[in-house]
């Protein structure tokens, strides 16, 4: 099993970014998912949530609604965030997760993550 983030980096405030995420390694289609992120010295929070159709059902968190879309692309196995009108405090490690459940007990995995630095 993989999940593969991608696409953080550098940028200004007001900027975008697109962070993709690549899995592999088990059935795309089966799992919810979803990036999380964690600052320095911060807890890990669920920034964005989408079911395994992508149909209705996305969350997203309040401090990121209006700038960040997720998405996904059950035939790629891919899913993005897309983010627009960055912040400072959008700075975090960026992390893809996948979640499922079976027999009422979760299943999950975790990307590598990738770092976003908003700053001027």
């Known amino acids: 099993v993989q999940l593969v983030e991608s696409g953080g980096g550098l940028m200004q405030p007001g900027g975008s970014l697109r962070l993709s995420c690549a899995a592999s390694g088990f059935t795309f289609t089966n799992y919810a998912m979803s990036w999380h992120r964690q600052a320095p010295g911060k807890e890990r929070e669920l920034v964005a949530r989408?079911?395994?159709?992508?149909?209705?059902?996305?969350y997203y968190a309040d401090s990121v609604k209006g700038r960040f879309t997720i998405s996904r692309d059950n035939a790629k196995n891919t899913v993005d965030l897309q983010m627009i009108n960055l912040k400072p405090e959008d700075t975090a490690a960026y992390y893809c997760?996948?979640?499922?459940?079976?027999?009422?007990?979760?299943?999950?995995?975790w990307g590598q993550g990738t770092q976003v630095t908003v700053s001027s």
């Open positions: 989408i079911t395994s159709t992508g149909g209705a059902g996305t």
């Open positions: 997760n996948a979640r499922t459940y079976r027999s009422r007990t979760s299943y999950e995995y």
